[in-house]
């Protein structure tokens, strides 16, 4: 199989249907002549999904990469430790060679900041997989309990690996320090490090433009995650000087989700506690489980009804608290823009960036040689824009160009409007189908994007075969000379003029 | 042998713990409540209403109950507040929730009743009566309190408080159930789901908005009928109740313990982040179209009928402040006279009751799905207008000006004067349709539809009269259900069977019920009677409402809500297949779309006073188009990355766990 060559006069995106997630190879021009200069970015996918798109295997996508860039990569970039943008990574990549690594800042070991966001993650997640574990335990049926099937779905996003059912691994997890997603981050960091002291940089938003070393002058900019301190402000004080000794305070979901029923405290002194068995209040009302049955129509419910118990019910805040956490994660996503040395048009990669990250990429601005870059120039110049979050809801901002916060409408602007042209890593009919259905991408993100991109919108589990709606005969004929639909990919050409 | 008293007096907290933490607050801290006598009240406390059941599951701890008979008790009005002892918790959710049942039985003249158990047992649905709503005090770990359609109860949580409170010490433990206003709020959304059972159904931006914004309202305006509280903040703010002030906030404990730094709502204002000083917000008519998400739309909702009610204040204390100042309006520097307090909060009192009781009387006139704010604003002024046709006071004309200074109009209504918000009669429908009814085959050739009318008042008369003497208020309310119960088929048989001209009614009433709509097929996806093959009719709710009219006249109302559902689809294309049919199986198709009306049919006349549809009927595809893009998250509904902001998990139609409300009051903050 050949190598991912850039057009003469421009660069190679190749978005790989690996699935319901992220990878993207870039193939840019080299500062020396030969070899292309590959960037990888993200290489994960939600397990069971792929099937939707093709008969092969995620390991075939591993190899094909390895062939389109002969097991070496020049930039490897992790937009955020999901799942979906890492799982391919540590199982697949042993044999490759990687010769820088970038990540958001999030993941510095030196930054106090990234650190305490972290912490707070791990400890989030420990006290959320108790609670899946207690739930699951609890359940008749735990692989058709809406709520254990919707904590698996978005803990094993956290967790990572690559079993379509996860109710095993996530049962048996132990430190999140030792999750498949951490394995798949360092194995990329070690690889880098290879390399030399400097290979692996954790990105701040503000920098750049910087020239990408290696390649014929490739500029980028960063844009996200923001460092903010609402991001590490929790509402549970863990890790707050109240509480030093203990992950949190005894009270809190989490810690009482994490050490089981018996040994969490009550919040009340033993003179009120009751004997359950032999108080007639309690057998009354709330009885034994299996007592309280009686279907039958048009009576008095029973005092004691079966439906009326709530064991598992504070459990089930683990759900919306997963939720939190994602959006957390999601929210750390590295944010780039590519900037090509000529045109100087805008490739725009915005990982999983949710709400709070694209409302930050306006609080700075980028210093090009004394002058002043501001993100609403550089989204102007967006051509190529990879929608955040397989199209969710909050991961595409809509507005009017005059709106304070970043969004849609700031692309692509004036010369730039005739090329833009967006990338949605979504498998719509495996993602229906979860339950709840994950409505990605949502349809009116996708039928806004489809009308300012003019119908190039590449969607992972579909081709784009026929000419869309609104879409000239002539630009047809030029966009299909620059994209091509395989069964393992899509290829698509930007020319540097 | 002594008479029973009256009223129980029981001891609570105004607000909750932390106004007694300030010096200021410290002496309004505590507030006795006189609730209804309940001869038969248990330990728990398990009264007629409500059990009390203090099984805390995160410890597993279950806490003995309290005993408000004991006389030691019955002698100090129960026990003194105590954030320490689960029984004053106990103590407490009873008396605050009795008094909210108490406002809800005043204003709509019957007997609360909480929302039934249904349930399938095969292809039957059955029902039960549940007689108690039952309270958990203790049971979450979370800052979350939701009130539970499937358990018919009440869940409170309990937590520690967040690293941000400035106010409370760290290690703070947050009872939700010691909030007055949270007790409130929930209790309403029970009472409310007890009317309506399909208001915790999303199908446009307001519905759950709907159900926040009215349990916020009952929950504010009950601060004003305890004298205490209403008279130091009057005399705090001297009278002018547009500054800020506890009376129009929520939750205060619960906002600063989730590091808000305020109280959780505030109908009036909100501090300004930027000079941390508290400002009034300005009524808004662009705010609607801006905001999507449950509270903060709901807020909108509150806002405005909060603004009524300071109109109707100000109008009406005007002279006390004329009479105080010597015609200035001017107030000296200082404290106002104690007496002139007492007289502005008696006026206060009265307009805080009057808006109250309008607002929960307007929820008899709703459509029984698919409300919006603006439905709402038509039943308050309706029901109002059949209270009282004169309004001397000007209290609609308020609500109207409040409203659409908060940008909400009725959806179909061209302009809001008060003829166009209330809605038709039967009569005033007949005589419509008289007038256009040209639709093929209706109504029958040589009847016009004025002969029509007789006919189905004494159909109605002849069946319902039968019913008609055993609603009275007094006995016990499990006999009144079962009462009840049958008029639902009397009401089915009449629309099927007896009715001389169903198509006329159906159209009449916004329903499908014949073989054909207006000439065209039904689609499959609509649900059919088993045993006819027509669009199935769910005659859901039939409830007397008695009230005394302004003129001292007693109103006997039924009312009844009717709906129709049908098969909805994500995907256009799969609707419009599934529409041709024929179905497969048990096809339950993604989402349900319903449609009906809400009738209220005067039991001495029987007459239909009232005709509430919805916006569309059941065969009706725009309206189930509007429906879909809703479900599909395409309002923007702010929420989630997976499911758009509807908590779908928690909705689904038949899923083992169905709790629309725990997801909503979900402390959720979307970065």
Same mark, same amino acid.
């Given at each position: 199989?050949?190598?991912?060559?850039?057009?003469?006069?421009?660069?190679?995106?190749?978005?790989?249907?690996?699935?319901?997630?992220?990878?993207?190879?870039?193939?840019?021009?080299?500062?020396?002549?030969?070899?292309?200069?590959?960037?990888?970015?993200?290489?994960?996918?939600?397990?069971?999904?792929?099937?939707?798109?093709?008969?092969?295997?995620?390991?075939?996508?591993?190899?094909?990469?390895?062939?389109?860039?002969?097991?070496?990569?020049?930039?490897?970039?992790?937009?955020?430790?999901?799942?979906?943008?890492?799982?391919?990574?540590?199982?697949?990549?042993?044999?490759?060679?990687?010769?820088?690594?970038?990540?958001?800042?999030?993941?510095?070991?030196?930054?106090?900041?990234?650190?305490?966001?972290?912490?707070?993650?791990?400890?989030?997640?420990?006290?959320?997989?108790?609670?899946?574990?207690?739930?699951?335990?609890?359940?008749?049926?735990?692989?058709?309990?809406?709520?254990?099937?919707?904590?698996? $779905?978005?803990?094993?996003? *956290?967790?990572?690996? =690559? &079993? +379509?059912? @996860?109710?095993?691994?996530? #049962?048996?997890?132990?430190?999140?320090?030792?999750?498949?997603?951490?394995?798949?981050?360092?194995?990329?960091?070690?690889?880098?490090?290879?390399?030399?002291?400097?290979?692996?940089?954790?990105?701040?938003?503000?920098?750049?433009?910087?020239?990408?070393?290696?390649?014929?002058?490739?500029?980028?900019?960063?844009? $996200?995650?923001?460092?903010? *301190?609402?991001?590490? =402000? &929790? +509402?549970? @004080?863990?890790?707050?000087? #109240?509480?030093?000794?203990?992950?949190?305070?005894?009270?809190?979901?989490?810690?009482?989700?994490?050490?089981?029923?018996?040994?969490?405290?009550?919040?009340?002194?033993?003179?009120?506690?009751?004997?359950?068995?032999?108080?007639?209040?309690?057998?009354?009302?709330?009885?034994?489980?299996?007592?309280?049955?009686?279907?039958?129509?048009?009576? *008095?419910?029973?005092?004691?009804? +079966?439906?009326?118990?709530?064991?598992? #019910?504070?459990?089930?805040?683990?759900?919306?608290?997963?939720?939190?956490?994602?959006?957390?994660?999601?929210?750390?996503?590295?944010?780039?823009?590519?900037?090509?040395?000529?045109?100087?048009?805008?490739?725009?990669?915005?990982?999983?960036?949710?709400?709070?990250?694209?409302?930050?990429?306006?609080?700075?601005?980028?210093?090009?040689?004394?002058?002043?870059?501001?993100?609403?120039?550089?989204?102007?110049?967006?051509?190529?824009?990879?929608?955040?979050?397989?199209?969710?809801?909050?991961?595409?901002?809509?507005?009017?160009?005059?709106?304070?916060?970043?969004?849609?409408?700031?692309?692509?602007?004036?010369?730039?409007?005739?090329?833009?042209?967006?990338?949605?890593?979504?498998?719509?009919?495996?993602?229906?189908?979860?339950?709840?259905?994950?409505?990605?991408?949502?349809?009116?993100?996708?039928?806004?994007?489809?009308?300012?991109?003019?119908?190039?919108?590449?969607?992972?589990?579909?081709?784009?075969?026929?000419?869309?709606?609104?879409?000239?005969?002539?630009?047809?004929?030029?966009?299909?000379?620059?994209?091509?639909?395989?069964?393992?990919?899509?290829?698509?050409?930007?020319?540097?003029? | 042998?002594?008479?029973?008293?009256?009223?129980?007096?029981?001891?609570?907290?105004?607000?909750?713990?932390?106004?007694?933490?300030?010096?200021?607050?410290?002496?309004?801290?505590?507030?006795?409540?006189?609730?209804?006598?309940?001869?038969?009240?248990?330990?728990?406390?398990?009264?007629?209403?409500?059990?009390?059941?203090?099984?805390?599951?995160?410890?597993?701890?279950?806490?003995?109950?309290?005993?408000?008979?004991?006389?030691?008790?019955?002698?100090?009005?129960?026990?003194?507040?105590?954030?320490?002892?689960?029984?004053?918790?106990?103590?407490?959710?009873?008396?605050?929730?009795?008094?909210?049942?108490?406002?809800?039985?005043?204003?709509?003249?019957?007997?609360?009743?909480?929302?039934?158990?249904?349930?399938?047992?095969?292809?039957?649905?059955?029902?039960?009566?549940?007689?108690?709503?039952?309270?958990?005090?203790?049971?979450?770990?979370?800052?979350?309190?939701?009130?539970?359609?499937?358990?018919?109860?009440?869940?409170?949580?309990?937590?520690?408080?967040?690293?941000?409170?400035?106010?409370?010490?760290?290690?703070?433990?947050?009872?939700?159930?010691?909030?007055?206003?949270?007790?409130?709020?929930?209790?309403?959304?029970?009472?409310?789901?007890?009317?309506?059972?399909?208001?915790?159904?999303?199908?446009?931006?307001?519905?759950?908005?709907?159900?926040?914004?009215?349990?916020?309202?009952?929950?504010?305006?009950?601060?004003?009928?305890?004298?205490?509280?209403?008279?130091?903040?009057?005399?705090?703010?001297?009278?002018?109740?547009?500054?800020?002030?506890?009376?129009?906030?929520?939750?205060?404990?619960?906002?600063?313990?989730?590091?808000?730094?305020?109280?959780?709502?505030?109908?009036?204002?909100?501090?300004?982040?930027?000079?941390?000083?508290?400002?009034?917000?300005?009524?808004?008519?662009?705010?609607?179209?801006?905001?999507?998400?449950?509270?903060?739309?709901?807020?909108?909702?509150?806002?405005?009928?909060?603004?009524?009610?300071?109109?109707?204040?100000?109008?009406?204390?005007?002279?006390?402040?004329?009479?105080?100042?010597?015609?200035?309006?001017?107030?000296?520097?200082?404290?106002?006279?104690?007496?002139?307090?007492?007289?502005?909060?008696?006026?206060?009192?009265?307009?805080?009751?009057?808006?109250?009781?309008?607002?929960?009387?307007?929820?008899?006139?709703?459509?029984?799905?698919?409300?919006?704010?603006?439905?709402?604003?038509?039943?308050?002024?309706?029901?109002?207008?059949?209270?009282?046709?004169?309004?001397?006071?000007?209290?609609?004309?308020?609500?109207?000006?409040?409203?659409?200074?908060?940008?909400?109009?009725?959806?179909?209504?061209?302009?809001?004067?008060?003829?166009?918000?209330?809605?038709?009669?039967?009569?005033?429908?007949?005589?419509?349709?008289?007038?256009?009814?040209?639709?093929?085959?209706?109504?029958?050739?040589?009847?016009?539809?004025?002969?029509?009318?007789?006919?189905?008042?004494?159909?109605?008369?002849?069946?319902?009269?039968?019913?008609?003497?055993?609603?009275?208020?007094?006995?016990?309310?499990?006999?009144?259900?079962?009462?009840?119960?049958?008029?639902?088929?009397?009401?089915?048989?009449?629309?099927?069977?007896?009715?001389?001209?169903?198509?006329?009614?159906?159209?009449?009433?916004?329903?499908?019920?014949?073989?054909?709509?207006?000439?065209?097929?039904?689609?499959?996806?609509?649900?059919?009677?088993?045993?006819?093959?027509?669009?199935?009719?769910?005659?859901?709710?039939?409830?007397?409402?008695?009230?005394?009219?302004?003129?001292?006249?007693?109103?006997?109302?039924?009312?009844?809500?009717?709906?129709?559902?049908?098969?909805?689809?994500?995907?256009?294309?799969?609707?419009?297949?599934?529409?041709?049919?024929?179905?497969?199986?048990?096809?339950?198709?993604?989402?349900?779309?319903?449609?009906?009306?809400?009738?209220?049919?005067?039991?001495?006349?029987?007459?239909?006073?009232?005709?509430?549809?919805?916006?569309?009927?059941?065969?009706?595809?725009?309206?189930?188009?509007?429906?879909?893009?809703?479900?599909?998250?395409?309002?923007?509904?702010?929420?989630?990355?997976?499911?758009?902001?509807?908590?779908?998990?928690?909705?689904?139609?038949?899923?083992?766990?169905?709790?629309?409300?725990?997801?909503?009051?979900?402390?959720?903050?979307?970065?």
């Amino acid at each position: 199989m050949a190598l991912l060559k850039p057009p003469p006069d421009g660069v190679a995106i190749r978005m790989y249907r690996v699935g319901h997630g992220d990878c993207f190879l870039l193939a840019f021009h080299s500062d020396a002549s030969g070899r292309p200069f590959y960037v990888l970015i993200d290489c994960g996918y939600k397990p069971g999904s792929t099937k939707f798109v093709h008969e092969k295997k995620p390991s075939d996508i591993v190899k094909h990469i390895a062939d389109a860039t002969n097991r070496t990569i020049d930039l490897f970039i992790v937009t955020h430790e999901h799942q979906d943008h890492v799982n391919g990574i540590s199982p697949h990549f042993h044999d490759f060679t990687i010769k820088r690594a970038w990540f958001a800042w999030t993941e510095d070991p030196t930054d106090d900041l990234a650190n305490d966001l972290r912490r707070r993650h791990r400890d989030q997640l420990v006290g959320l997989l108790g609670a899946r574990n207690a739930l699951a335990l609890a359940a008749a049926d735990p692989d058709n309990d809406p709520t254990v099937q919707r904590l698996n $779905g978005l803990l094993g996003l *956290e967790w990572g690996g =690559e &079993d +379509e059912n @996860p109710s095993a691994v996530l #049962a048996a997890a132990g430190d999140p320090q030792k999750s498949v997603n951490k394995r798949s981050m360092k194995l990329v960091k070690d690889k880098a490090s290879e390399h030399g002291p400097n290979r692996v940089r954790f990105l701040r938003p503000g920098i750049g433009p910087e020239v990408i070393p290696g390649t014929n002058g490739v500029r980028f900019y960063v844009l $996200g995650p923001p460092r903010d *301190e609402k991001l590490i =402000e &929790d +509402e549970d @004080p863990v890790g707050a000087e #109240a509480f030093p000794s203990t992950h949190s305070n005894p009270f809190s979901f989490s810690a009482a989700a994490q050490s089981g029923l018996e040994q969490t405290p009550s919040p009340f002194a033993p003179k009120y506690w009751a004997v359950k068995e032999t108080s007639e209040h309690y057998v009354a009302f709330y009885g034994s489980p299996g007592t309280g049955v009686n279907d039958s129509d048009g009576i *008095e419910a029973l005092k004691d009804a +079966e439906w009326r118990r709530i064991d598992e #019910a504070w459990l089930h805040a683990a759900e919306g608290l997963a939720l939190k956490l994602n959006t957390g994660i999601n929210n750390t996503s590295l944010v780039l823009a590519f900037e090509l040395p000529k045109s100087r048009k805008v490739l725009l990669f915005v990982g999983d960036a949710q709400r709070g990250n694209w409302a930050s990429w306006a609080n700075q601005t980028w210093d090009d040689q004394g002058h002043e870059v501001t993100a609403k120039d550089i989204l102007a110049r967006t051509v190529l824009y990879k929608v955040g979050h397989h199209g969710s809801h909050n991961a595409t901002l809509a507005g009017n160009p005059e709106d304070p916060h970043p969004n849609l409408s700031w692309m692509g602007i004036g010369q730039y409007s005739h090329e833009f042209t967006a990338m949605i890593t979504a498998v719509n009919s495996w993602a229906e189908g979860q339950k709840p259905p994950w409505h990605h991408p949502l349809r009116s993100i996708k039928d806004v994007l489809l009308r300012k991109a003019q119908g190039r919108v590449f969607q992972t589990d579909e081709e784009i075969s026929r000419q869309p709606e609104g879409m000239s005969d002539s630009e047809w004929q030029r966009f299909q000379k620059s994209a091509t639909f395989e069964e393992l990919f899509f290829d698509y050409q930007l020319f540097d003029k | 042998m002594y008479d029973a008293p009256a009223t129980r007096r029981i001891r609570v907290l105004s607000f909750d713990p932390s106004l007694g933490t300030q010096i200021e607050t410290a002496g309004i801290n505590q507030i006795i409540l006189h609730v209804p006598w309940e001869a038969t009240l248990e330990k728990g406390p398990v009264g007629e209403y409500v059990e009390v059941v203090d099984w805390d599951p995160g410890s597993g701890t279950f806490y003995e109950p309290v005993d408000l008979n004991d006389p030691n008790l019955l002698a100090q009005d129960g026990l003194v507040p105590s954030e320490f002892n689960p029984k004053f918790h106990q103590q407490m959710v009873y008396a605050v929730a009795m008094t909210t049942i108490g406002h809800f039985e005043r204003a709509l003249g019957r007997v609360a009743f909480w929302a039934d158990r249904h349930f399938r047992v095969g292809d039957e649905v059955h029902e039960q009566f549940v007689r108690r709503l039952r309270i958990y005090p203790h049971a979450l770990r979370e800052r979350n309190a939701y009130y539970s359609p499937t358990k018919k109860a009440l869940l409170f949580g309990y937590f520690p408080v967040t690293a941000r409170d400035t106010h409370n010490p760290p290690g703070t433990v947050v009872f939700t159930c010691l909030s007055h206003d949270i007790i409130a709020h929930e209790v309403t959304h029970a009472l409310l789901d007890g009317v309506h059972r399909r208001f915790n159904e999303p199908t446009n931006p307001d519905v759950h908005a709907f159900h926040e914004a009215f349990a916020d309202i009952v929950a504010l305006f009950q601060h004003f009928s305890y004298p205490q509280v209403l008279e130091s903040q009057i005399g705090r703010t001297r009278g002018k109740l547009q500054a800020e002030s506890l009376l129009s906030q929520l939750a205060q404990q619960f906002g600063w313990a989730t590091g808000r730094g305020a109280a959780l709502r505030d109908a009036l204002g909100a501090v300004n982040p930027k000079t941390e000083r508290w400002e009034p917000t300005e009524p808004d008519p662009q705010a609607l179209l801006k905001t999507l998400g449950a509270h903060a739309r709901g807020a909108i909702l509150v806002a405005a009928v909060f603004r009524a009610f300071l109109l109707i204040y100000r109008a009406r204390t005007a002279d006390l402040f004329r009479i105080a100042t010597g015609g200035t309006g001017a107030l000296p520097d200082g404290d106002i006279h104690p007496d002139l307090t007492r007289r502005l909060a008696a006026e206060a009192a009265r307009a805080a009751d009057r808006v109250l009781q309008m607002c929960i009387r307007g929820i008899d006139y709703c459509p029984p799905v698919d409300i919006t704010f603006g439905d709402f604003l038509r039943g308050v002024v309706t029901a109002d207008l059949d209270r009282d046709p004169d309004d001397l006071d000007g209290y609609r004309t308020v609500f109207i000006q409040s409203f659409r200074e908060w940008g909400i109009h009725p959806r179909g209504v061209k302009n809001i004067g008060l003829d166009a918000l209330v809605w038709p009669s039967g009569d005033q429908l007949m005589q419509d349709m008289a007038v256009t009814a040209t639709l093929p085959g209706q109504p029958a050739p040589g009847v016009s539809p004025a002969s029509a009318k007789p006919a189905a008042k004494g159909q109605l008369k002849l069946n319902l009269t039968r019913f008609a003497g055993k609603w009275d208020l007094e006995g016990d309310r499990f006999e009144i259900w079962r009462h009840l119960r049958p008029i639902s088929k009397e009401i089915w048989k009449w629309l099927h069977v007896d009715a001389e001209y169903p198509a006329f009614y159906a159209e009449m009433f916004g329903l499908v019920i014949g073989e054909m709509d207006r000439g065209k097929p039904i689609p499959a996806t609509v649900y059919r009677s088993g045993n006819t093959g027509r669009p199935s009719v769910e005659i859901h709710s039939v409830r007397p409402a008695i009230r005394l009219k302004a003129n001292g006249a007693l109103r006997k109302d039924l009312v009844v809500e009717i709906t129709q559902r049908r098969r909805g689809y994500f995907n256009l294309k799969e609707q419009e297949e599934q529409d041709r049919g024929p179905l497969l199986g048990d096809e339950t198709g993604d989402f349900t779309y319903r449609a009906g009306c809400t009738l209220l049919i005067d039991s001495a006349t029987q007459e239909v006073r009232r005709v509430i549809r919805t916006s569309g009927t059941i065969t009706d595809d725009q309206q189930l188009e509007r429906v879909r893009r809703f479900k599909c998250g395409e309002s923007g509904v702010s929420g989630n990355a997976f499911d758009s902001g509807l908590a779908l998990s928690l909705t689904r139609d038949g899923e083992a766990r169905d709790e629309p409300f725990a997801l909503l009051h979900q402390e959720t903050e979307d970065l």
